[in-house]
Structures are given as structure tokens and as C-alpha cells.
């Protein structure tokens, strides 16, 4: 069964530009969930989807950041304008059952 | 404001030896708790967790215990190998807010020979 895909895998802008990133969850997981994870710190949720609708994105900063499930399927989170403090992984996670969520790789976002 | 906490940022412990890494809490709606392992530059990967229903749950050399009175759980490992090094988070979740995971900052385990 293939994982979680996200692209890309390394990401370095200046400040103020603006980045997108990509995700494929595994075929079937209805919820698909944003976190950020800073260096030294714990993953974040940004956003959580049900499908396509939102289940909670209290924590996504609505400013610069946007994300999108079309279809239900893969999703994009978007960063505009970035900022030095968004520095950081950017995990995408997905799930069929409660709790067990399954994590790609990571995008690791360097804003200089 | 963090409501789980790793107060350990890093653990070492030799082979063979037992490894317990804690965790508390302080949401009480939490009902769900699982421990991740991450390996540098991996994304985290399941590897134990408990209901709220009970008090310990076994999967071979990891056991995780819940106290829910003290709001702490923990995860033995036992025997400890050198491949077991790794950041281990805790995290948990509530029913009423969808299920999506609260993370602690993790501790890193070193496993040495």
C-alpha cells in the first residue's frame, strides 16, 4: 500500500514570497489533516479535512496561509506571503479510522 | 498553550535496559492516546496506543500505561536496542474535537551499546 506523497521535499524563498505545497493521501482515507512542525517543537495542526469540507482550521493563520481539498483526494497548502517565522516541516497526514494518523515525509520550507 | 507535555527532551539508556519515556496531559476530554517514532528527516510513524478505557496496552517490546486520575501516560520499551533510537512524541485526541492529534515536543532516545 503506498503512503502518504508529498512534494516537494525541500523548499528555501526569501521572505515575503510565496510557496505551495502538495499532498496525495493513501487511496480510501477520507481525513486529511496540515501540521506544522517547527524545529525542537511537536507537529501542529493546521487544518483537518473530511473529504473535501473542513473539520477545523482554528489554528491555520487564515492571513497567509490557505489550503484546498478538491475532489476529496489531494491537497494543497499555500503560503502567501511567506514570513521568516514560517520556517519549518510541513507534514501532510491521513486517516481511515480514529486516531491513527499516517504521515509523509515532510516538507521542509526555509524562508530566508 | 500546550496541553501535552514531554518534560524529558532526551532520554539515553543502554541496550537491554529498560527505556520509560512519560508523558502528561492536562485536557480531560482527551480519549485517545498514541506514541509516534520519528527518524531525521522521516515523518512520524505509529506505534502504540490506548483508549481512554484502559489502564495498559502491549504490543511486544512496548507497553503503554495510562493513568488517567494523574492525567500521564507512559511507554516502557524493554529491551531497549540501538535501533530504537529515535524522537518519541506523544500525543492524544478528543471526540469532540474531530480526533486530530495534539502533539507533545518529543524526547529524543538514544539507545547506546
Known amino acids: 500500500e503506498a503512503g502518504v506523497a508529498q512534494s516537494p521535499r525541500y523548499k528555501i524563498i526569501e521572505k515575503r514570497q510565496s510557496v505551495a505545497f502538495w499532498c496525495n493521501p493513501i487511496s480510501g482515507h477520507a481525513t486529511l489533516y496540515w501540521y506544522q512542525q517547527i524545529l525542537g517543537q511537536g507537529p501542529k495542526l493546521l487544518i483537518q479535512?473530511?473529504?473535501?469540507?473542513?473539520?477545523?482550521d482554528s489554528q491555520l493563520p487564515k492571513d497567509r496561509f490557505s489550503a484546498e481539498r478538491l475532489k476529496g483526494v489531494d491537497s494543497t497548502l499555500k503560503i502567501q506571503p511567506a514570513k521568516l517565522e514560517d520556517s519549518a516541516v510541513y507534514l501532510c497526514?491521513?486517516?481511515?479510522?480514529?486516531?491513527?494518523?499516517?504521515f509523509g515525509e515532510g516538507s521542509r520550507l526555509t524562508v530566508l | 498553550d500546550q496541553q501535552v507535555k514531554q518534560n524529558s527532551p532526551s532520554l539515553s539508556v543502554q541496550e537491554g535496559r529498560i527505556s520509560i519515556l512519560n508523558c502528561d496531559y492536562t485536557?480531560?476530554?482527551?480519549?485517545?492516546f498514541l506514541w509516534y517514532k520519528k527518524y531525521p528527516a522521516e515523518g512520524p510513524t505509529f506505534l502504540i496506543s490506548?483508549?481512554?478505557?484502559?489502564d495498559k496496552n502491549e504490543d511486544g517490546r512496548f507497553t503503554v500505561f495510562l493513568n488517567k486520575s494523574a492525567k500521564h501516560l507512559s511507554l516502557h520499551i524493554v529491551p531497549s536496542q540501538p535501533g530504537d533510537s529515535a524522537v518519541y512524541f506523544c500525543a492524544a485526541s478528543a471526540r469532540n474535537s474531530g480526533y486530530a492529534l495534539n502533539f507533545g515536543k518529543g524526547t529524543s532516545l538514544l539507545v547506546t551499546p
Open positions: 485536557n480531560s476530554m482527551f480519549d485517545y
Open positions: 479535512f473530511q473529504n473535501n469540507g473542513v473539520v477545523d
Open positions: 490506548i483508549s481512554s478505557i484502559k
Open positions: 497526514a491521513s486517516s481511515l479510522e480514529v486516531g491513527e494518523l499516517f
